[in-house]
């Protein structure tokens, strides 16, 4: 019987937008499993590796500063690279609406880069999607063959950069998986999230009230580390190739019961004000994503270990030790 696993340790493995959220928790674990990790960080003149100067191990990876746009840098870098887990991308919403064309170049143009290189240098890819490229839900849970519909330019961007990446594998036989992660929560995540923003106010409330925006979009959230080993049995699988999978939890949560479930570990006293600048335009506003995770836990054994309140309370411990990253009086785009 063909065995259709693949075992990570020892394979030489390449991190885009290691130094964010997710690609940081995803380095360490591939640390963990014995790969020989490139890790890369999007450069700066402050020679600052962004979220991986938190991880433990970081010695025994090779860190790079560079940038996805920049085609012949990325060639170079692959060379040698057994898998890329690609995951640098621009991710937050309400900037997109301001700078369209930096998700053009980063998104699409980016992960052109990345395709071309993967094919040149003979890598697999597993190419990081989102659960907004789906747009507000038709059917609940969401499975894979949900149509896809863009609501704000970042989730056209990930949806052409998607395309772009399924392509190669029609095209040129590239063996591609994309990972479509619902949303994702935990340590490390960015200051404009939902949760670090729900929990940074809550922290540092001075009038026992905090600001968010609309209160009715529904959510599936997923712990960090059951996201990450989404990606990593997506790796693990040769038949996943020329497949997306959707991970996240199956259990829908609205933001303001979110909000409400974080208050009452920290402080029940706490009230919610809506604040209309944190509002999405009105048809931009996805309003209920829940994942239909039967594909990622039938082909890939993969399932969610994490509960919403475990996982809030880590959180919650790590925002309250890093308040000075969260900036709690500023909204961030």
């Known amino acids: 019987m063909k065995d259709n696993r693949l075992n990570l340790k020892g394979r030489k493995v390449l991190v885009t937008g290691a130094d964010g959220f997710i690609g940081s928790h995803l380095t360490e674990k591939l640390i963990n499993l014995g790969c020989e990790v490139k890790a890369l960080s999007y450069y700066n003149s402050f020679n600052y590796w962004g979220w991986l100067e938190d991880i433990r191990n970081i010695d025994s990876i090779e860190v790079l ?27 937050a919403i309400p900037y997109s609406y301001h700078a369209p064309q930096s998700y053009v170049d980063t998104n699409i143009k980016g992960t052109l880069n990345v395709c071309l290189a993967a094919k040149e240098n003979n890598c697999r890819l597993i190419h990081t999607s989102t659960s907004e490229v789906y747009g507000t839900a038709q059917y609940v849970p969401i499975d894979e063959q949900h149509p896809l519909q863009a609501q704000s330019p970042y989730s056209a961007t990930k949806i052409g950069a998607d395309a772009l990446a399924m392509s190669f594998y029609h095209a040129y036989n590239l063996p591609v998986t994309i990972a479509r992660p619902f949303n994702t929560y935990g340590p490390r995540q960015s200051a404009r999230a939902v949760i670090p923003t729900i929990i940074a106010q809550a922290l540092t409330t001075t009038n026992n009230q905090i600001k968010l925006g609309s209160l009715t979009p529904v959510r599936d959230m997923n712990y960090v580390a059951d996201t990450v080993n989404g990606f990593i049995s997506s790796a693990e699988s040769l038949d996943s190739i020329g497949q997306v999978f959707n991970f ?38 996805v309003m209920k994503l829940i994942c239909n995770n039967r594909k990622a836990r039938s082909v890939l054994n993969w399932q969610p270990e994490f509960s919403l309140n475990s996982g809030l309370q880590k959180t919650i411990e790590f925002v309250e030790s890093h308040l000075n990253y969260y900036k709690p009086q500023i909204y961030n785009l």
């Open 248 to 285: 996240g939890s199956g259990k829908g949560i609205d933001i303001g019961e979110l909000a409400r479930s974080i208050i009452r570990i920290i402080n029940p006293k706490i009230s919610i004000l809506t604040d209309e600048k944190r509002i999405r335009p009105q048809k931009s506003e």
């Open 65 to 91: 500063s560079g940038d996805i746009r920049d085609t012949e840098y990325i060639r170079k870098i692959t060379k040698g690279v057994d898998i890329i887990f690609h995951l640098a991308a621009l991710i």
